[in-house]
């Protein structure tokens, strides 16, 4: 019952330091996302691939980049990490609807 | 997509009834309203959906008004375990969801 698996589930980084946060559905969905959830609000969407081989940005993809690697597996990277990006992110997949969440990457920017 | 407004926070006893309205006096005819939750610091958790229909499962029913303009979602008999924050989110045909503030619903004993 894996579901989407997202690695790692926690991390701490210095500023400018980069990352890559990667997740993987083993439920053949075509769709994934990342999203950032920042204390007390709701989740905005920051990239989406909607079928292997494409991406497109979200609500908030400045300072993000993404690959959608093959269809199970799309990676979220912070090329040069800010303060302003500690947040969790979650990745989600799906195939027409709902959308399946991880259980998120608690990340913290020093 | 539609706008949707919650209140932010509402209590329920233990074994009643939690009714959770939503606003979305904006959404489109073929805009879906979507419930999730999100338990603690866990991924949102899918709930139900509907489009005009009232819709039941096993985990909540969705009552939807005839014009459309507002939902409300029903556990029938809470538990402690329900307690989370619970998003009502109108779902456009490009199947991104757009999440706001949600419902902290507390379960008290």
């Known amino acids: 019952n894996a579901g989407v698996t997202q690695t790692p589930k926690f991390q701490v980084l210095k500023t400018g330091q980069s990352m890559t946060l990667q997740c993987a559905q083993d439920?053949?969905?075509?769709?994934m996302y990342w999203y950032r959830q920042d204390p007390g609000m709701g989740l905005r969407l920051i990239y989406y691939?909607?079928?292997?081989?494409?991406?497109d940005k979200g609500e908030v993809p400045n300072g993000y980049n993404v690959s959608r690697l093959n269809k199970r597996e799309f990676s979220l990277r912070l090329e040069s990490a800010a303060p302003s990006q500690t947040s969790v992110y979650f990745c989600?997949?799906?195939?027409?609807?709902?959308?399946?969440f991880g259980d998120g990457t608690r990340l913290s920017i020093l | 997509d539609a706008k949707t407004t919650q209140p932010p926070s509402m209590d329920c006893a233990e074994g009643r009834a939690a009714n959770l309205p939503c606003n979305h006096s904006t959404i489109s005819g073929n805009e879906y309203v979507y419930w999730y939750r999100q338990i603690h610091s866990q991924g949102p958790q899918y709930i139900i959906h509907g489009l005009k229909n009232n819709e039941t499962n096993e985990m909540a029913s969705l009552i939807i008004t005839e014009d459309r303009k507002s939902s409300t979602l029903i556990l029938p008999h809470a538990t402690l375990r329900d307690t989370a924050v619970y998003y009502c989110i109108g779902f456009n045909a490009g199947n991104m969801l757009t999440f706001g503030g949600g419902t902290r619903l507390m379960v008290k004993p």
């Open positions: 439920m053949n969905h075509n769709s």
């Open positions: 989600a997949s799906s195939d027409t609807r709902p959308q399946h």
């Open positions: 691939s909607a079928s292997e081989g494409t991406t």
